[in-house]
């Protein structure tokens, strides 16, 4: 199978062609939530990114496995070897057992990721399910010379590690400068280098979450869970590992290390990374007053926001951006999007009333005859979906010259139209058309109240017995849809679409 997807590749700093290991299997793994609080944006932007990954690789014919972890121990405050674990410090201040934490934010993920549109991945495992794989791979690293143990600890030799192979090859960061970072730390303690990371933590008498093992009873480090869990599922070498750029380092730096340490090369080909996002201009953090979680965004209830936006239009606005590209969420960028979006699924349900000419106009022929080729190319283009989005509104302004009658197209054309719009918008970009804005209720009302104002003329006209008028109004009402049926009581009518 050939490919002529292009990626970017943060390992090598360029576009690369995607060339599978083992086509036509592709194996992903993508770093998912740590589970101790509700899923906010910085998780949507990650999510909609790999998603799309997904559904492409998928489009394109290859069989994908995809594994997205749940991380539900050892990831402590501030991504360091110091201080409480995020999900053990959540069970203590809510008086709760840690997997009660971990299970009731996990539930609240899925619940956000299904809205958004993202397809579950094919394997979900979590940190506390792979403890033993873990303390493998610490084994592996101990026994290669490249980890030693201090007081109940396991830690990555770094200087070890780089006099054979280099640390720092994904971030471009090298072991000094990691060094001269380090030393801003006050002491050592129980490291030989203050930039040495935890592979194995002894558990103080006050941690909950704790495991036995060779060296004492504690927790994996952080790293541990991807590099051990993307071999366990993966195999020693796979093809794409994803997830935001704020993982480069140290996470994703770490994983390599770990990888190379235990195994003796690297197990990824391609590493992808989605740029960050912003609120007004501002990084989000609690401290900033700006943190908005998704149920927030699709319930309005939020003094940054205006109004509640539904879960496709967060999605749209996302895809709207290419996913290495920053993106700055506002309450007026979100209208927008919304609009958007709108036109979108406007545009498409559109087509449905487009009637068949014998041939096209030239115009309209020319625009359908390029515009799946012109989708196809922009996402082989390391997935560029604002070109795409650019395309299908071309595609959405050609349906509005057909409807108004100022254009003409064939029955062939209106087909090819018909799947290629479908096909990109909402089996590759993942866009759903039941949730097309979150004025969709308001739209369904006014809908019934505008039909129910065309059955009380046709009423008066049988009144009138003004047959000829009543049956143009249910004629008209039945092929755009409505089964209208007279009863004692009235006209009924529903949308049979």
Known sequence: MESKLVIYNTLTRQKERFEPLHAPNVGMYVCGPTVYGDPHLGHARPAITFDLVFRYLKHLGYKVRYVRNITDVGHLEHDADEGEDKIAKKARLEQLEPMEIAQYYTNRYHEAMDALGCLRPSIEPHATGHIIEQQELVKQILDN????????????????????????????????????????????????????????KKAQPEHIMRWPSPWSDGFPGWHCECTAMGRKYLGEEFDIHGGGMDLVFPHHECEIAQAVASMGHPAVKYWMHNNMLTINGQKMGKSYNNFITLEQFFTGNHELLSKAY????????????????????????????EKGLEKLMNGIADMERVQVADKCDAETEKVVKALRQKCYDAMNDDLATPQVLSHLFEACSVVNKLT??????CADCLKELKDVMHTFAFDILGLQPQSAGANNAGREEAFGKVVDMVLELRAKAKANKDWATSDQIRDALAAAGFEVKDTKDGATWKLNK
């Open 145 to 200: 010379g490249f980890a030693y143990e201090s007081n109940g600890s396991v830690y990555f030799d770094i200087e070890a590690y780089n006099k054979k192979h280099k640390y720092g090859i994904l971030s471009g960061r090298s072991l000094e400068n990691i060094k001269d970072a380090s030393r801003e730390l006050d002491g050592v303690g129980e490291k030989h280098n203050q930039a040495d990371f935890a592979l194995w």
């Open 310 to 337: 539904s879960p496709m239009v967060i999605r749209f606005f996302v895809l709207s951006a290419h996913y290495r590209g920053t993106v700055d969420f506002s309450d007026e960028a979100l209208q927008a999007a």
């Open 404 to 409: 108004d009658h100022k254009a003409t197209i």
